[in-house]
């Protein structure tokens, strides 16, 4: 992979000045980072900022990062007008609180952008920096992103299970900036309402340590015993793609882009940024009171295709409404995409029913009735 990221760094202040000066409307392409080589990734493929968990309190317990190491992220990001966004989306218990405040100020002080929190008493704490408020407090209303807002939250992120129509209701009430993710992992739960982990185990969801129960296999049984199904992945939901969707988005009055996945692989920051870079460069050419919030140039030598990356299966989700075509009853890891149909079995051979790219080292995987 080769990549030009090309402007440097004095020029980011004349970019934001020229962007305020022509009334312009920044937009963001968010993306995550595990650690300082994946938030390296997501600059140098397109991302405008990149959100990074803490050593503590993040909603990814397996994702913390010193604040020396963010310290890292923060002086590369900054060089491209990258934003760094820093995760204490946790429920903070009354004894960790003092924790809880010394770690956000180190956060700042390493030059964090904005803090991403669920818990209200951080926003209790006289923090100079940013505050967004998490999904995870399941931001789902006009009348809640008012109220957030006015309580002096820069920025809301959606819960994702929303409609177009719900999001454009939601961007018209309030004066914070709008976040919806657009792509990655769904939970079958509402954001910060789901207690399924912590009823099953001593693992909460709400303090960062999901055991992920809905992957599992369930059966459907009635009220008299009977077994419907059995053995089937029943709240399990395909992963989100709404890269077609940017525009509409826009449209509806969203301006932060977010992309899941703080704990998958560098190949999948690289391909799935560089894919939304396009969509969303795409997206802004066509309406001209809006710049993409960083500065410089990606330009990888691949053609990006998220399908080829960690997917359980692409969906719209709710964004067009609640209908069928969500769910993975079969199975909650990675399908990959589709290349055929089994036209015959002799051997150790088989056959496909029709052209594909299939090559030496491809993984493949069988989906049958058992």
């Known amino acids: 992979m ?20 022509n009334a312009l409307k920044s937009v963001e392409l968010l993306a995550p980072a595990k650690d300082f080589q994946s938030a390296v990734a997501a600059v140098d493929y397109g991302a405008d900022a990149v959100y990074i968990g803490g050593a503590k309190f993040g909603a990814r317990y397996a994702a913390g990062n010193s604040a020396g ?10 060089r491209y007008g990258v934003r760094v966004h820093a995760t204490l989306n946790t429920l903070i218990y009354d004894d960790e609180l003092e924790a809880a405040g010394r770690q956000a100020r180190e956060l700042i002080a390493a030059g964090v952008d904005a803090l991403i929190v669920q818990d209200m008493a951080l926003r209790r704490m006289n923090l100079p920096v940013e505050l967004h408020a998490s999904t995870q407090m399941c931001n789902m209303t006009p009348a809640q992103a008012r109220f957030l ?52 185990s001593a693992r909460s969801g709400n303090r960062g340590a999901c055991s992920q129960p809905c992957r599992l296999t369930w059966d459907l049984t009635d ?16 992963d989100m793609n709404l890269s077609q969707r940017i525009g509409d988005l826009l449209d509806a009055g969203v301006t932060s882009f977010k992309i899941e996945g703080r704990l998958k692989d560098l ?34 030598d691949f053609t990006p295709d998220p399908s080829k990356s960690f997917t359980r ?10 209908r ?18 089994v036209a015959g079995v002799s051997g150790g051979t088989f056959t496909l ?10 993984g493949i995987c069988f989906l049958t009735p058992r």
Do not use: Q
Request: net charge positive; glycine share 12%; hydrophobic share 40%.
């Open 313 to 322: 299966g692409e969906s719209d989700y709710f964004l067009d409404g609640k």
């Open 149 to 200: 807002g006015e309580c002096g939250f820069a920025r809301v992120i959606l819960e994702r299970a929303l409609s177009l129509g719900e999001i454009r209701d939601i961007c018209a009430a309030t004066a914070a900036e709008v976040e919806c993710f657009v792509h990655g992992a769904i939970c079958v739960g509402y954001s910060g309402r789901c207690f399924l982990s912590r009823s099953m």
């Open 324 to 341: 069928a075509g969500v769910a993975s009853f079969d199975t909650p890891k990675a399908v990959g995409e589709r290349v055929g149909r």
């Open 353 to 362: 029913d029709g052209a594909h790219d299939l090559a030496p080292g491809d």
């Open 223 to 238: 009220g008299k015993g009977r077994t419907w199904i059995a053995g089937k992945h029943l709240l399990s939901v395909r």
């Open 69 to 78: 190491e963010i310290a890292r992220v923060v002086e590369y990001a900054h």
């Open 2 to 21: 080769t990549f030009f990221r090309g402007h440097k760094s004095a020029f980011v202040a004349d970019f934001v000045n020229f962007a305020k000066n």
């Open 267 to 300: 190949a999948y920051i690289r391909n799935v940024v560089a894919h939304y870079r396009r969509a969303v460069d795409e997206a802004l050419a066509l309406r001209p009171g809006l710049v993409r919030s960083s500065v410089g140039e990606s330009v990888p």
